[in-house]
Structures are given as structure tokens and as C-alpha cells.
């Protein structure tokens, strides 16, 4: 299948590139962003040796995509396959280290580049490819193509601005998308804009995400916690971004005014930040405490800031009310599904195209709540904890419409399962 010229002229220059990866990796290590013991693996360098047998190979960006697949990993391993995945960030290589099953393992996956990919197939030789979301990286799709990979998007969605962007590059987009052999939608939105960009076999299962289990929670930890801010008004912001946590100090202010005894869990997107968010909010004269640090809320932490990795389900079992962040600041939102499996009362900012869908369903349903700056943050938080009814039916409507949307993980399977039942009956290579 021949190549446009965008995409050769792509090919040729993220080649060229790959001979001075080291100075990236080396910046991104420095910042935290890659694990020096595995830097190999940004190469197309295995950390691992393949084990023998059918390999399924899923890929996720980060931690979100990571966790959506989780179900259909353990429903592969339990299957007899061997899973295979990859992500692009140390804090998802953490989580998945304590959760993946017995016969699932991680490497991170290589930059971009051609000879960096062909190294990594050559070395897994995955009898499929099942790609989460809009992870479209032209190298990885191009190369597994030409090794005969079968290609399939699971769980696929594409945002109205991506595919506004997308739209003006119709000849490179098209090229990518007639390889790849099925695209298992999330909506019929995102279906049809799939197949409008040149995907030829478009299928709607759902969202994997409603599947994904509850975040685990330590329970000594949580009973102990729980015992420290027994009798306080606790909620959460979670997956917070920068520009978002000085408004939730701000709200936390307003809030203060009328229960003095308020606790502020934060928990930003990005651990690492947790020091310079307690900076900022102690400019606001707002006592903080970093779980990072070993610190546990006392009697004067105003902002308990939960800068740690896996354990957003102990926090939201700790709070009724959770505020998802990335929507009050440009970035299209953070998924909601988590806290509301776990019957938490959402509230959101308007920045939620990421996630459109499920927002739209909470919102109807009466399970989550728009605010639009800190003032409306404050008040409607205030609302919840006076009227302690509202807040149990807005939470108990979050769970149900979560419990109505699940079965993506079955009808992903169905889909799937020809390809792998072929890869067994083939010889192996």
C-alpha cells in the first residue's frame, strides 16, 4: 500500500531523528519522565524475552488508557494469551506493575521512529495489535502493518477538534487509518468520524472504561484516615492540572467561611507537583500537608495534597464529592467514571470534550453538576453538604448510570477473537 508523500517525508525526518534520541531522553529523565533502568525500551531494546505462544500486544497512552484496558487483559489472560502492553509514562508503569494479572507484562513504548519500532515487533512478534483510543503513532501503525500485524482500535474515539485537525491532513490520516483492520468505536459520534477519516471496518462496542473495576484501596489505611477527619466536610479535586488548584483554593476559602472544619483533598494529574501546588496555596494563607512527605491530615490542614501514585481509590472513598479536574482549564477533561462506579457526586468544569459523552450522561441523569469558576464550585458544594439527601441521590444516580453501560469488555472480545483464534492455528514464526 503505497505511502503519500506526507507520510515518507514524516518517515524520513523522525528516522533521521532517532540517531539524537539520547539528549530527549536524557531531559525527560531528568524531569522525572522516564525510568533510567529501562531507558533501552524507548529504543525498540526488550526488556523482557517473548514468551512462547499467541501475544496480543495492547498499547495506552498513559494511566486512563491503561486502566480502561486492564479488564480486557485479565480477560485474555484468562483466556491462555499472553498480553503484552505498552504505555508512555512511569506513573502508569508503576500502577500496572501492582495490577496487571499473572501472564500480562509492561514495557514502555519506543519513540516514534521507524528502526525503534521495527526493533520492537521484530524482537515481540505480537499476532496482534489492539490500540487504545486515538493512540495513531504513523510508525507504529506503518511498521506493524508491513509485518503482517493485524491492527485493531479498541475502545476509539476522536474528539471533534481532533478531527477538525485531522480533516486538513485527509491524504496522512487516510493512509494510517486503511491499515488498520477494525475500529471498535465508543460512540456512534466517534464512529462515524473514524470512518469519515478513512477507517474501513467501524464497529460499535462502547466504552471499556465503564468496565474497569474500582480503584483499589488499601483498607488499614483507609480506616485510619477515616478515623483522622471523622465529623469534617471532605471532598476531593482530583486529577487537577495546572491553573486549576488555585481556584480550588479559592473555593476551599469561600467554603471555610461556613464550615470552618473543611478538609480539601487534592489530587493533581501529576504527583510531582504536589510541592509547588502547596506553595501556591500557601500564598493563599491555606494550611497544607503533602502525603508525599508523610504527612497526615491533622486538625489544622485546610488542604490535605494527595501527591502520591495508586491511590485515588483510597481518596475517593474518603470524599462523597468528587470535582474532576482538566475542565475548568482548557484540555477536554479527565474520565469521571472511577469516582461515580465508586457512588461519588460529580462535579465538572465546562472543559469536557474528552469525555463528552459520559459527562453528558451523568449530567442528565442528575449524577454530576457543572461549575464554572470557583464562586460556583463553592456553592454548590455548600448545597451538597447542607442538604446531605441530595447529595446520596445525586451520587447513587452517578453508580447506576455507570452499572447501565458496561458489556464494551464482551462485545471487545467477540470482536477480537477471529484474529486470535487465527494466530493459534497458524505456525509460529
Known sequence: ????????????????????????????????????????????????????????????????????????????????????????????????????????????????????????????????????????????????????????????????????????????????????????????????????????????????????????????ELASLSGRISGRQVWIAASTHAGEEILIGEAHRILARTFPDLLTLIAPRHPQRGARIAAQLQELDLNCALRSAGAQPSAETAVYICDTIGELGLFYRLAGVVFVGKSLVPGGGQNPIEPARLASAILHGPQVANFADVYALLDSAGGAALVRDAEELAQTLAALFIDGGRLRAMARAAAQIVEGQTGAVDRTVEAVEPYLARAALEPAS
Request: charged share 20%; glycine share 10%; net charge positive.
Open 1 to 220: 500500500m503505497k505511502l503519500p508523500l506526507s507520510l515518507v517525508a514524516y518517515r524520513l525526518a523522525t528516522g533521521a531523528f532517532a540517531p539524537l534520541s539520547g539528549p530527549l531522553l536524557s531531559w525527560r529523565l531528568s524531569r522525572g519522565k522516564e525510568d533510567g533502568a529501562r531507558i533501552g525500551e524507548r529504543r525498540g531494546e526488550p526488556g523482557l524475552d517473548r514468551p512462547a505462544g499467541v501475544l496480543v500486544w495492547l498499547h495506552g497512552a498513559s494511566v486512563g488508557e491503561a486502566l480502561s484496558l486492564l479488564p480486557l487483559i485479565e480477560r485474555l489472560t484468562q483466556r491462555g494469551r499472553h498480553v503484552l502492553i505498552t504505555t508512555g509514562t512511569v506513573t502508569s508503569a508503576a500502577i500496572l506493575a501492582d495490577r496487571l494479572p499473572a501472564g500480562a507484562f509492561h514495557q514502555f513504548v519506543p519513540l516514534d521512529a521507524p528502526q525503534f519500532m521495527r526493533r520492537f515487533i521484530a524482537h515481540w512478534r505480537p499476532d496482534i495489535a489492539l490500540i487504545a483510543e486515538s493512540e495513531l503513532w504513523p510508525n507504529f501503525i506503518v511498521e506493524a502493518e508491513k509485518a503482517g500485524t493485524p491492527i485493531v482500535l479498541v475502545n476509539a474515539r476522536l474528539s471533534e477538534r481532533s478531527f477538525r485537525r485531522w480533516s486538513g491532513l485527509s491524504a496522512f490520516i487516510g493512509a494510517l487509518l486503511a491499515r488498520v483492520d477494525l475500529c471498535l468505536a465508543q460512540s456512534e459520534g466517534d464512529g462515524e468520524r473514524f470512518a469519515a477519516l478513512g477507517a474501513p471496518n467501524v464497529r460499535l462496542v462502547g466504552n471499556l472504561k465503564y468496565d474497569a473495576p474500582a480503584p483499589p484501596a488499601d483498607r488499614q
